[in-house]
């Protein structure tokens, strides 16, 4: 089968690998639609030899396809089915895994990780990772959903946020642009911030009330000056940007709310300064859990704009280049149509 392959130093090639077999309780899913996520990124700047596993393993964990062949345990109604591939599988048996939280499972395996992942004609996954996807649903929405949408509806829900609540979103990737329509839809004001002009137009057609170029204002200053010098009552970080992670915690009101979406692996918190004295919450939230599936599925359906999203998708001989758009700044989703 063609799969794309991480190369290192941002490079990647598509080329043929075995087809995946499935083992007990697995299905073998023939993808139709993948994307490219922010946390692919990193792994993809790495050079070769910082590559480790990930420079034998297709990458990718936004899958939606149809179920090729499932187990006979599974019932002969599993085979043809359209499905969004759940990115964690675990043990089955630990309370993450019964509660559907396997990402806290202590045997974790990751698609595009421990376990070859989307971007690839083909791959295999548990049964019970395969979510169904209703016909009214593309293929791009539901890759939209299977990562970042998902991500930022599990997130935004932990905030609390109501009609009236202030709301400014750091970083409008594909996530940030998520919780900008949940936001808006939710009757918060949002103030958007990011340095590309494409992006911040795109939360503007998302529901974003205010769009700020931290290359060009003080985002810090300009939002006290919106806020009456309050600050927002939340502040959701979705860059992963070392100073927009410093600057949500200055802008945020005493006791508001911090939502970390943006993964990096350090940042600088003064816990008197910026949490004792503001009573701040400060919230993580990583990826939705399975039975958040159904809530967040109704979500998408009702919110349209999330079509705006959706950028043309890249053919899958385009795979190598759908990465790099998205590591170059894409406006949107980048999308790569395995079909």
């Not at 073998?28 to 050079?47: E, F, Q, W």
Request: glycine share 10%; net charge negative; with cysteine.
């Amino acid at each position: 089968m063609r799969a794309l392959m991480l190369t290192g130093d941002r490079a990647s090639v598509l080329t043929d690998v075995p087809v995946p077999r499935p083992t007990d309780g697995e299905a073998l899913v023939r993808i139709t639609m993948s994307a490219v996520c922010g946390s692919d990124l990193p792994h993809y700047r790495k050079p070769a030899a910082d590559l480790g596993n990930r420079l034998v393993t297709v990458p990718g964990h936004e899958a939606v396809g149809v179920v090729s062949a499932a187990p006979a345990s599974a019932g002969s109604s599993e085979a043809g089915r359209r499905v969004i591939v759940y990115q964690h599988a675990g043990c089955g048996y630990c309370d993450h895994c019964v509660s559907g939280a396997p990402m806290f499972c202590a045997d974790r395996r990751t698609l595009g990780n421990h376990r070859g992942g989307a971007d690839a004609e083909y791959t295999v996954a548990p049964v019970t990772g395969l979510l169904p996807v209703p016909d009214d649903v593309s293929d791009g929405l539901a890759a939209l959903i299977a990562c970042n949408f998902g991500t930022a509806y599990s997130g935004f829900r932990k905030t609390g946020a109501g009609v009236g609540d202030r709301i400014a979103v750091f970083g409008l990737g594909p996530v940030g642009c998520c919780v900008v329509a949940l936001a808006s839809a939710s009757g918060a004001e949002v103030i958007a911030v990011d340095p590309i002009a494409g992006r911040r137009e795109l939360a503007k057609t998302l529901g974003a009330a205010i769009t700020i170029d931290p290359a060009d204002r003080d985002p810090v200053a300009e939002i006290l000056e919106l806020t009456e010098g309050r600050g927002p009552e939340i502040v959701i970080e979705c860059s992963a940007n070392q100073r927009a992670q410093e600057q949500v915690m200055q802008v945020v009101r005493a006791r508001g709310t911090v939502l970390l979406l943006g993964a990096n692996n350090r940042m600088e918190i003064d816990p008197g300064l910026h949490v004792i004295r503001k009573e701040l919450r400060i919230l993580g939230s990583w990826v939705f859990t399975l039975p958040e599936y159904p809530a967040i599925l109704r979500a998408a359906r009702r919110l349209p704009a999330l079509h705006s999203l959706l950028g043309e998708p890249f053919r899958a001989d385009e795979a190598p280049a759908a990465i790099a758009a998205a590591d170059a700044g894409f406006v949107g989703k980048a999308l790569i149509d395995w079909s």
